[in-house]
């Protein structure tokens, strides 16, 4: 077993049972003490867990940080990221994009594509697509804005966004784990990214390599529902394990 798979399965566990002993968990993949030692060391030094005398607990933190700060920080990797997912985009085709500190670049690589629509509650997104290329029809959904990130939310965007169907839904979440699947942490976030994903043909999903095997307290979809995985981490063999069905290696 991959440690990536035996991560997984350990992170399962916790979301179902809160916690794990060390003994029980080196007995059930029949690896040593030492071995399980090691792993929960690395997930907690993830911030995925908090380590116990004899096991661990399911890290309740798990929240992301503030958008400001997020925007600003793996530039590079988001950017590549981004001009990876855009290429999925073809003229006359319809998106739904939700909003985050990944999915608002996407907007700098829009700039020469065809007629299509977009679908999206990023206000910063919507602008910046009005602005480089007008060919592009932008709607932007009603609703709250919210308090963190630049965006609307609520049951007016929820009720608008039912109205519409989309080829593919482009979603950021806070994490992506092949045994638990898409997760957020934002509750509204949640709901419209879920929204999102039903409502649409196709599903992909943008994580850079900090999110692959991040569990956070809302799941939106298992991996076996998404369609594509756009991300920088070069091991992604327990995905497609999982069912997901493509994944999209971008390098920053």
Not at 170 to 183: H, R, T
Request: charged residues 25%; aromatic residues 4%; negative net charge.
């Amino acid at each position: 077993m991959w440690v990536e798979e035996r991560q997984s399965k350990i992170l399962s566990l916790l979301k179902r049972d809160r916690r794990v002993e060390a003994d029980q968990l080196a007995h059930d993949f029949k690896v040593s003490r030492e071995t399980i030692r090691r792993d929960l060391k690395i997930m907690e030094e993830r911030g995925l867990i908090r380590r116990t005398h004899g096991g661990a607990l399911m890290n309740e933190q798990s929240k992301e940080s503030p958008f400001e700060q997020r925007r600003v920080s793996r530039i590079a990797e988001k950017r590549a990221l981004c001009q990876a997912a855009v290429s999925m985009m073809v003229p006359g085709g319809s998106y739904f994009i939700d909003a985050g500190s990944t999915t608002t670049i996407l907007g700098e690589f829009m700039a020469d594509l065809g007629e299509m629509s977009i679908v999206t509650n990023s206000i910063e997104l919507a602008m910046t697509v009005r602005k480089i290329n007008p060919a592009i029809d932008v709607v932007l959904l009603g609703g709250s804005i919210g308090t963190d990130v630049p965006a609307t939310y609520g049951e007016m965007t929820l009720r608008q966004l039912r109205n519409f169907h989309a080829d593919i839904a482009l979603v950021s979440p806070v994490g992506i784990d092949p045994g638990v699947g898409v997760s957020y942490y934002d509750l509204a976030e949640a709901e419209l990214a879920g929204q999102m994903l039903e409502n649409a043909r196709q599903k992909l999903v943008i994580a850079d390599a900090s999110k692959l095997g991040v569990v956070s307290r809302a799941i939106v979809s298992e991996c076996k529902e998404i369609d594509v995985l756009v991300t920088d981490e070069s091991e992604t063999s327990a995905y497609t394990e999982a069912g997901l069905r493509r994944v999209i290696h971008a390098a920053a």
